[in-house]
């Protein structure tokens, strides 16, 4: 998936949209990463916030959302 929509608010915070990156609805998740690895994800469509965890590899970024349980 490609950020469809990045944005830098300053030194200290980084945002994007990834079309389609909802866990649950398969809707946009913005994703907000903060210094020190820091990083949330929110849906708009079905509401669902997670900790996300951010790598950056040599062929690109790699996003994880933690589990918490699972059913």
Known sequence: M???TEKNTGDTVSEFTLPEGC???GG???IRSTPGGGAHSYCP???????TRLRMHKGGLEIAYAT???A
């Open 2 to 4: 490609n950020a469809s």
């Open 23 to 25: 866990m649950l609805c």
């Open 28 to 30: 946009a998740v913005t």
């Open 45 to 51: 469509h079905c509401h669902w916030l997670s900790r």
């Open 68 to 70: 918490k349980a699972f």
